[in-house]
């Protein structure tokens, strides 16, 4: 598609995606795009190697496109948000399990979520989720680029993996 033809190709998508948001945190555009880039990162895998690489399907413990992505669920436990945001973003679906808002600045968001000062995106569990109730959404973003960054560099490694200028490991 244009110039996105493997995997990594599209995980270099996500890692533009993810640094651009995260140069303007309070950009729902920004967080979604990377969001739903994030969750078809999966396809691309799947599609471009996995679906045939059997060594790997053995490491990971799967047997199918469906149980890959039950793997990721289990292994990454905040991709499933990413899901409903990636999915809720293309069938239109307002109504979420959890609430998403812009906070304006200092003071008009939880006590120690997001960055001092600025406007960013907030994402809100509920109240069961207990000391995950609140979590800007960067956080959340960064967790999932890091576990593809993880997952290519162990199971499909390049010398050219893009990195993320938002990451300081």
């Known amino acids: 598609m244009f110039d996105l033809v493997t995997s990594h190709d599209f995980y270099a998508m996500l890692v533009q995606d993810f640094d651009d948001f995260m140069d303007?945190?309070?950009?729902?555009?920004?967080?979604?795009?990377c969001a739903v880039t994030a969750y078809h990162l999966h396809e691309w895998v799947w599609g471009d190697w996995l679906a045939k690489d059997y060594d790997t399907w053995k490491a990971l413990g799967i047997r199918d496109k469906d149980s890959f992505l039950a793997w990721i669920d289990d292994t990454c436990p905040w991709f499933p948000i990413i899901q409903r945001l990636a999915n809720g973003t293309k069938h239109f679906i307002r109504d979420q399990d959890f609430g998403a808002k812009k906070i304006?600045?200092?003071?008009q968001?939880?006590?120690?979520v997001g960055p001092y000062g600025q406007r960013y995106l907030l994402i809100e569990s509920g109240e069961g989720a207990a000391?995950?109730?609140?979590?800007a959404a960067a956080s959340l973003l960064e967790v999932?680029?890091?576990?593809?960054?993880?997952?290519?560099i162990k199971y499909r490694p390049i010398a050219s993996l893009p990195v993320s200028k938002h990451h300081v490991d």
């Open 104 to 107: 304006g600045g200092y003071g």
């Open 109 to 112: 968001g939880p006590y120690g």
């Open 131 to 135: 000391e995950h109730q609140y979590y």
């Open 24 to 33: 303007e945190q309070s950009s729902a555009r920004r967080a979604l795009h």
């Open 144 to 152: 999932v680029v890091r576990f593809w960054r993880d997952f290519f």
